[in-house]
């Protein structure tokens, strides 16, 4: 089973940046769909990103597009998201996710990713 680190969450103030990392082990992310998901208090999980195994293509939730950039090192195992101009909208905890299939296209749907990491807290004031 997968094991995905979260790391890099905090506080911040709206129009600031933060930087989050998923440092996967027991998956391979160069051939399993890797997505960051966030759940903020009282709220469903929301879908935020994701990128391909294949060839790195990504996806992101309309209300990050722009603002948002998730990246991989598939040498290092790490997923990156790079947040900027957040909101406080965006306050929420942020989970690295990864599917049990490999070599399949990356979900927007939360509950399509099987193994999640602990979370990382991220904290937007206005």
């Known amino acids: 089973q997968a094991q995905l680190a979260e790391s890099g969450g905090g506080f911040v103030q709206a129009g600031g940046s933060l930087s989050l990392s998923c440092a996967a082990s027991?998956?391979?992310?160069?051939?399993?769909?890797m997505g960051w998901i966030r759940q903020a208090p009282g709220k469903e999980s929301e879908f935020v990103s994701a990128i391909s195994w294949k060839d790195g293509s990504t996806y992101y939730a309309d209300s990050v597009k722009g603002r948002f950039a998730i990246s991989r090192d598939t040498a290092k195992n790490i997923v990156y998201l790079q947040m900027n101009s957040l909101k406080p909208e965006d306050t929420a905890v942020y989970y690295c996710a990864s599917t049990k299939r490999a070599f399949i296209i990356p979900s927007m749907r939360p509950q399509d990713y099987d193994d999640w990491g602990q979370g990382t807290q991220v904290t937007v004031s206005s």
């Open positions: 027991g998956r391979t992310i160069a051939i399993y769909p």
